[in-house]
């Protein structure tokens, strides 16, 4: 630097210094210095809180539009029963009860949780670009479904930490693979979804975020039951 | 909107905007909300919150109609095969309605408008985990015993599934009760009626998801604390805490639920709610003392709009304290005096802001001299000040000459002021202001020390200080003053007082009268004797000889910018014509062309004011561009022999205490100038600055 005389670069180098230390000795000090027993699962509930906060407003998002929905289509009564056979996650074995989902083991919780997420990525990415197609729309919706579809990444992501944390934690085993191809889970169902109709497709995803909303909440309360359950 | 074309589609989908009231054998209605009463749930929409839909078999496409297809419409629901049966849809009113309170109202409209069947009338979980169902029996059907409707439900989790008998019956209450071996969550059921000879009535709206249906169970264990009461005592606030309900199991996270206050005062009719919030404790906030009130909360599952019913009330009352009413009273009176003396204070600064602007911040004074603009007295314009100083207006002051002057030695000024008493020991009183003003050669030859005079800007030489600049001003001062006729004398100083050494300065002046000065009459009015073609004005024949004497000198003044003054020049008499359309006074320059001697002449009496005046004119010579045309008349046709005088001006006192007036033009002027230097045409203002510079060009 031109205007930089060598005593205040050695201030400043000294400066560097000095915070670098700081910040290194900071990432090895953890947030549980006495190291108990229930500390080190704090950081892993804040994680849990954070992506249940995000699955809830998902599902309230997916509920909005799923209304909306109904407000500019008016689909036939029996639409419910013929739904279940057209969700196309239908194939995704998923505990359907509470018993159910507290004997699964967590590993395949979290699995079912993942693979619910990877099946809805395409889908709603194709659903949004289909609901801005639609000028009936407004650009409300529009952006909800945005949303909906952003979110589900997100979530997929967040679920995957959270996962890494409870296998680096030793909570569970990693037997947890990455499921992050979406073609090997959807091989058989991988069209079906194209078939479905838009407010089928919002009526299957809103069951699947209470879906997931619910296992989430569910696996965090048996990981890590004494942070807010 | 879109076509639907798949094949497996087989309704009619219409979506009306528009309100419309369809009579005929459907039910009037006026909105769909209220009126959802027709057998197959035939509804058009009128206000965009509620669906409903109509089905009409065999056709596959969706459209919007518009207020003016009703007709079209009429036709299409008078074509319209009432295939479903008019069961009950409650079940999927209760999951697409936002408001749970309005399906009552529908069954009850149902059951009164028409004959119905055996229907559905709710169905409901509590927990999530089990769900019943209640049945009514319909009107017209003779039923023997209850036990004669069977329910039937089907889990469409897998297309080939079929039709369960209800796994619990209640007989008593009309109720099916699924358990938690029989519940599934998230997958549609559906129920029907089978009544005897296998009738069935199956309401395809009675299809539902276990989660759409669950309706929490009020909280336990409600109770209150106080808070804090407002400092009045009339208002208090109050935490009202209490247990989730036991069947809903929030623990293991199964269940999120969400709680709703509402309350009320004992006696009113309306609740007021607060928002649903997740936790177990709510502030209510602003109650009144003394009043009792009525506080209950209901709950909702998260993301799911139904409510379960309420809890049981409980009472919340805080009696109040009147002890603190004085307290408040004088808390009150307090505030609101100070704050009506600071409101007077406000308005007493703000109605003598003036004043009180002038107490706290005086102004500062800034220098005022009359006649000039203080802002000229800021940087930078010290030029324009000079210039107004020094005479750039006519409204110059008295002392400004001396500081455009300064470096011009040869310009003295004239000042008058009482220290000039103490210079004139030897002068007699017959010295007048006149002569005095003037500077004119006292008779008394003494007292002309500089020192006497301490001001320096006068540049006052010494006595015997022959400078020319005292001949200048002695010219300034004599050519102001019009001449007496025959009595001028060259005001002049001969050329040969002045040393050569002070010559310097004053190029110009080259009066010199030789050994024959004239006085230059210190006539103050003259009476204007002839005027000449050329404009000129001749005064009096007097004038005429200084009107000779200064021709040459004039002349001489012309050609000899800054040469020394040492050449004699022939006296000439210059006609001196004040241009009466010019600034009007006559110019130094002519002045020191009159050449008169810095004798004892004295003017009359008196100060006599200066005023322009026209004078003859200056004969042949270069006339100044602006002012004064100094024409010099041939000298000696232009010699008039005026008649005399109308008036005059006494000259001087004689000793014998008689008037002269007409000094001898023979004296010799006195060896030493008075030191009063003239001042008084440029302090006057009757000779223009550019006159006084082409005087000393």
């Avoid at chain 1, 639409?79 to 057209?86: A, C, E, F, P, Y």
């Avoid at chain 2, 209510?284 to 003394?290: D, M, R, S, T, V």
């Avoid at chain 2, 002038?358 to 000040?385: Q, R, Y």
């Avoid at chain 2, 020319?468 to 006729?485: F, N």
Wanted: aromatic share 8%; net charge negative.
């Amino acid at each position: 630097l031109p205007g930089l005389d060598p005593l205040s670069a050695v201030w400043v180098g000294i400066i560097c210094l000095v915070f670098s230390s700081r910040l290194s000795t900071m990432k090895a000090a953890s947030i549980c210095p006495n190291d108990q027993t229930g500390c080190h699962l704090l950081p892993l509930a804040n994680l849990f809180d954070r992506v249940i906060q995000h699955s809830a407003r998902m599902h309230g998002i997916s509920d909005d539009l799923h209304s909306e929905f109904e407000l500019y289509f008016l689909p036939s009564k029996n639409q419910i029963g013929r739904v279940s056979r057209n969700c196309h996650t239908s194939t995704i074995l998923t505990p359907n009860g509470k018993e159910n989902a507290q004997r699964i083991a967590r590993e395949e919780l979290a699995e079912i949780i993942l693979k619910l997420l990877v099946a809805w990525r395409d889908p709603l990415w194709h659903f949004h670009q289909s609901m801005s197609q639609h000028d009936e729309f407004t650009n409300f919706s529009s952006n909800k479904s945005l949303e909906m579809s952003d979110m589900v990444h997100e979530l997929r992501k967040g679920v995957l930490k959270v996962v890494e944390k409870m296998q680096m934690l030793g909570i569970i085993s990693n037997s947890v693979g990455d499921t992050g191809s979406p073609e090997a889970l959807l091989t058989s169902d991988s069209a079906e979804w194209r078939f479905m109709k838009d407010y089928d497709l919002l009526y299957c995803f809103r069951r699947d975020s209470n879906k997931i909303q619910n296992y989430l909440k569910i696996l965090k309360c048996r990981i890590v039951p004494k942070h807010g359950c | 909107m879109h076509l639907c074309t798949e094949a497996h589609l087989n309704y009619l989908y219409i979506d009306l905007y528009v309100h419309i009231k369809v009579r005929k054998h459907i039910t009037q209605f006026n909105s769909c909300e209220e009126t959802c009463l027709v057998g197959p749930e035939f509804c058009l929409r009128g206000k965009p919150s509620v669906s409903c839909s109509i089905e009409v078999p065999y056709i596959k496409s969706v459209m919007a109609v518009s207020l003016s297809y009703d007709l079209l419409l009429l036709l299409v629901i008078s074509s319209l095969d009432w295939s479903s049966t008019p069961g009950s849809a409650f079940l999927t009113d209760h999951n697409r309605m936002t408001s749970s309170g309005r399906s009552e109202k529908k069954q009850q409209k149902r059951e009164r408008a028409t004959p119905v069947e055996p229907h559905f009338t709710e169905c409901m979980s509590r927990d999530l985990e089990t769900f019943r169902c209640w049945w009514s029996p319909g009107t017209f059907h003779n039923l023997s015993s209850p036990e004669e409707l069977r329910v039937f439900y089907l889990k469409r989790n897998s297309p080939s599934s079929e039709w369960k008998e209800c796994p619990e019956y209640s007989h008593l209450n009309r109720e099916c009760f699924f358990d938690a071996n029989h519940t599934s969550i998230w997958i549609p059921y559906c129920l029907q009626l089978r009544g005897q000879n296998n009738i069935t009535y199956f309401n395809e709206d009675d299809c539902f998801s276990v989660e759409n249906i669950v309706r929490p169970d009020p909280p336990v264990s409600l109770n209150w604390t106080l808070l804090i009461v407002s400092p009045s005592g009339l208002s208090y606030d109050v935490m009202v805490s209490w247990e989730p309900p036991p069947s809903a199991d929030v623990s293991t996270g199964w269940m999120r639920i969400e709680y709703e206050i509402q309350y009320r005062e004992r006696n009113a009719t309306t609740w007021e709610a607060l928002e649903t919030q997740p936790h177990t404790q709510q502030t209510i906030y602003g109650l009144q003392a003394g009043t009792e009130y009525e506080v209950h909360i209901r709950t909702k599952m998260k993301g799911f709009p139904k409510f379960g019913d309420f809890s049981d009330s409980i009472f919340v009352k805080v009696t109040e304290i009147p002890l603190r009413e004085s307290a408040v009273l004088l808390t009150l009176v307090l505030t609101f005096g100070v704050a009506g003396i600071l409101i007077l204070i406000m308005l007493i600064v703000v109605s003598h802001q003036q004043r009180l602007m002038m107490i706290l911040l005086p102004p500062v004074p800034a220098p005022k001299i009359k006649g000039i603009d203080s802002e000229l007295l800021k940087k930078g314009k010290l030029e324009e000040l000079d210039f107004i100083l020094n005479g750039g207006g006519l409204g110059g002051l008295p002392t400004y000459i001396s500081d455009y002057y300064q470096d011009e030695p040869w310009v003295e000024f004239i000042e008058v002021d009482e220290e000039d008493a103490d210079c004139g020991e030897k002068e007699d009183q017959k010295s007048s202001d006149t002569q005095r003003l003037l500077g004119l050669p006292q008779r008394s030859v003494g007292c002309f020390s500089a020192d006497s005079h301490p001001d320096d800007d006068s540049g006052r030489a010494s006595c015997y200080d022959t400078d020319l600049s005292e001949q200048d001003t002695h010219l300034l001062a004599a050519s102001l003053l019009p001449g007496q006729p025959e009595d001028e004398e060259a005001f002049l100083h001969p050329d040969e007082k002045a040393p050569a050494s002070e010559t310097n300065k004053s190029p110009l002046i080259q009066t010199e009268s030789e050994g024959k000065p004239t006085w230059i009459n210190t006539d103050l009015y003259a009476q204007v004797s002839n005027v000449m073609p050329s404009g000129g004005v001749v005064l009096s024949p007097g004038q005429q000889l200084r009107i000779q004497e200064n021709t040459e000198k004039e002349s001489q003044k012309k050609g000899t910018l800054g040469e020394d003054t040492s050449k004699l020049n022939k006296p000439q008499f210059q006609l001196l014509v004040v241009d009466p359309d010019g600034s009007g006074y006559t110019s130094e320059i002519t002045a020191r062309q009159i050449s008169t001697p810095p004798s004892s002449l004295v003017p009359g009496e008196g100060y006599q004011t200066i005023y322009p005046q026209p004078m003859e004119t200056k004969p042949a010579a270069p006339s100044e561009p602006n002012q004064s045309p100094y024409i010099l008349p041939d000298s000696p046709q232009t010699r008039l022999f005026a008649p005399v005088a109308d008036y005059t001006v006494v000259q001087e006192l004689d000793t014998h205490q008689s008037l002269l007036l007409n000094l001898p033009t023979q004296q010799p002027p006195p060896p030493c100038l008075p030191q009063h230097p003239l001042k008084a045409p440029v302090a006057i203002g009757y000779v223009t600055p550019d006159l006084l510079g082409n005087l000393s060009s």
